[in-house]
């Protein structure tokens, strides 16, 4: 972990979802840099932009046919070196979304490789069928087998994900090498560094059948083998090494162990994205809504805390649902779920990554049925509940809360036609709630959760008890998240109330340092309350 780093905090951009600035209903890169100065209001360091590449958009934009060119949904590479260059000016950097365990099917790579054209033949992962059968067991996060048949080659491929993703094969040197050139081609634009998508998934060890697994059968072939560090070395020591590049890994059901292997021996990654407090109300992060567990929640949150030096924070992202409808009250407590939320994200060690929309406090949305779902994930799980036979309303549970379409809605600027998204019908519906929930709304509330937001971002640019501060968890009471900070003899306390019962606490300190209820003293802990003291 770069120790320059350590101050950042990251802005997450879901292009798509942010700003469209010529009204098709698509969000875009000239979107983007109309709305540059909310994130220098806001105090923010680093955008880490969700794919912007070529794509024929099965898995909007992470399924790529180009590495090295814009999808014109997006703009131009024009637009997108000026977003660099004018966000450079602004001292934001942006890190680029990097997919390389697959590609879309409509890459060059891979048409040519199905016709084993060469150097093209071995780029993905291509199996002779077993007799009659597929050629293992493994299963596709998406749901189902994640091998597919393809005639002209008369062979399976392996898709860990979209039958439309096929997995690129790192076992080919020719894979590595056109990944240096992908990166250095972005770095030598301008860009800071990467968000690596499952990159702990890019080498497979064997193909042997799996274990049965709930999450996913024949993890122990492909999750975090020695070949993937090996590959991440070598793209540190040739490439990232030399601009000093920010890289943050996407990995996929990662023990704290692992991720210690992945960021604190060998140059690899400087800092991950773990999975586990995701899977706290939702089985296999993803499937089954279960009853959110608080307690289990804050015992993950402190075993990552305490298990590795340097955490990537989130409660948000493009894939999961909003976190103040699963883990706090979106309705009668918005405003102080919102705020106690963020200030869980802001004050945990390790480096924050806000998602657009948590700024507000943007919810979940009622989507009314399938017809309004755009999601990939979502729709290829409601198809394996339909062949399965679930009941309907059974299969439309299993989508609504957990639909990655929930997160993806687009962007609350104001209360104006599409919640001032766009002047066109949106590609994903906005969410009804858009006339409470907006920026310029928000803004000019007393009780306004952008406001508190930038307040919780000044105060760690301004005390680096929050950047550099040890973590230690308290004890208090069921539902009650307490920890402190400490650093050179100085310490925070963090009381964060994850419900709407009230506690009487003892808490010896000496100022309140930032309270969501606007608090100059301290008798008793309400309702959703976040509360910093100084001891
Ligand atoms: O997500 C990785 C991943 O594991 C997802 O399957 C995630 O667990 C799931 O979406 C939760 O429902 C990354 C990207 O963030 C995601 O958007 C992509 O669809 C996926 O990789 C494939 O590129
Ligand atoms: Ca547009």
């Known amino acids: 972990m770069n120790e320059d780093f350590k101050s950042l905090v990251v802005y997450q951009i879901y292009p798509r979802s942010y700003c469209d600035s010529n009204g098709d209903g698509i969000g875009d890169i000239n979107g983007i840099r109309s709305k540059l100065h909310h994130l220098v209001d806001l105090g923010i360091d680093v955008i880490w932009l969700s794919p912007v590449y070529a794509s024929p958009n099965d898995d909007n934009g992470y399924d790529i046919s180009d590495y090295v060119s814009i999808n014109p949904e997006y703009g131009t590479m024009e637009d997108m070196e000026l977003l660099i260059k004018e966000a450079a000016s602004l001292n934001i950097r942006i890190i680029m979304d990097l997919v390389m365990n697959h590609t879309s099917n409509q890459h060059e790579w891979f048409k040519k490789s199905i016709e084993g054209i060469e150097p093209y033949t071995d780029y993905y992962i291509w199996k002779d069928g077993n007799g009659s059968k597929l050629p293992n067991n493994w299963t596709s996060f998406f749901s189902g087998p994640a091998w597919e048949f393809n005639e002209t080659r008369g062979q399976y491929f392996l898709h860990l994900f979209s039958?439309?993703?096929?997995?690129?094969?790192?076992?080919?040197?020719?894979?590595?090498?056109?990944?240096?050139?992908?990166?250095?081609?972005?770095?030598?634009?301008?860009?800071?560094?990467?968000?690596?998508?499952?990159?702990?998934?890019?080498?497979?060890t064997s193909f042997n059948n799996g274990k049965f697994d709930i999450s996913c059968v024949g993890k122990e072939h492909f999750v975090t083998q020695t070949g993937c560090h090996l590959i991440l070395q070598e793209l540190q020591r040739d490439v990232f090494e030399h601009y000093n590049a920010f890289i943050v890994g996407e990995t996929v059901l990662t023990t704290t162990?692992?991720?210690?292997?992945?960021?604190?021996?060998?140059?690899?990654?400087?800092?991950?994205?773990?999975?586990?407090?995701?899977?706290?109300?939702?089985?296999?992060?993803?499937?089954?809504?279960?009853?959110?567990?608080s307690e289990k929640f804050f015992n993950t949150l402190t075993k990552w805390q305490e298990g590795i030096n340097w955490n990537a924070n989130y409660l948000e992202n493009h894939d999961q649902p909003r976190a103040i409808s699963r883990f706090a009250n979106d309705n009668t407590y918005h405003y102080y779920s919102a705020t106690m939320l963020n200030t869980l994200l802001f004050t945990l060690r390790g480096t924050p990554y806000l998602y657009q929309g948590e700024e507000i406090g943007m919810t979940n949305c009622a989507f009314k049925d399938m017809s309004e779902i755009r999601d990939n994930e979502s729709i290829d799980i409601y198809a394996l509940a339909t062949?399965?036979?679930?009941?309907?309303?059974?299969?439309?549970?299993?989508?609504?809360?957990?639909?990655?379409?929930?997160?993806?809605?687009?962007?609350?600027?104001?209360?104006?036609?599409?919640?001032?998204?766009?002047?066109?019908?949106?590609?994903?519906?906005?969410?009804?709630?858009?006339?409470?929930?907006?920026v310029e709304d928000d803004k000019l509330k007393r009780n306004s959760v952008y406001e508190y937001t930038k307040s919780l971002i000044n105060l760690r640019k301004t005390n680096n008890i929050l950047i550099d501060g040890t973590f230690t968890r308290l004890k208090t009471v069921p539902h009650v998240f307490g920890y402190t900070r400490t650093y050179n003899g100085a310490t925070f306390i963090i009381l964060l109330n994850f419900s709407a019962s009230t506690y009487k606490l003892k808490i010896a300190y000496s100022d309140i340092v930032l309270s969501n209820y606007h608090k100059k003293t301290f008798t008793k802990l309400d309702a959703y309350e976040a509360i910093i003291f100084r001891k």
Not at 265 to 270: I, W
Not at 272 to 286: A, G, L, P, R, W
């Open 387 to 438: 062949k399965l036979k679930f009941p309907k309303q059974m299969r439309w549970k299993l989508i609504t809360k957990t639909s990655r379409d929930n997160a993806r809605t687009p962007m609350q600027w104001d209360n104006s036609h599409n919640a001032g998204f766009s002047e066109n019908i949106p590609w994903l519906k906005v969410n009804p709630n858009y006339e409470d929930i907006n």
């Open 257 to 293: 162990s692992m991720a210690k292997d992945l960021c604190e021996k060998e140059k690899e990654l400087d800092m991950i994205f773990s999975f586990e407090h995701m899977e706290t109300d939702q089985v296999n992060n993803k499937w089954f809504k279960t009853k959110f567990k």
């Open 163 to 204: 039958k439309k993703m096929p997995d690129l094969n790192f076992a080919n040197q020719l894979v590595v090498d056109e990944f240096k050139a992908i990166t250095k081609f972005w770095l030598d634009k301008g860009i800071f560094g990467f968000r690596c998508d499952v990159v702990n998934l890019i080498s497979k």
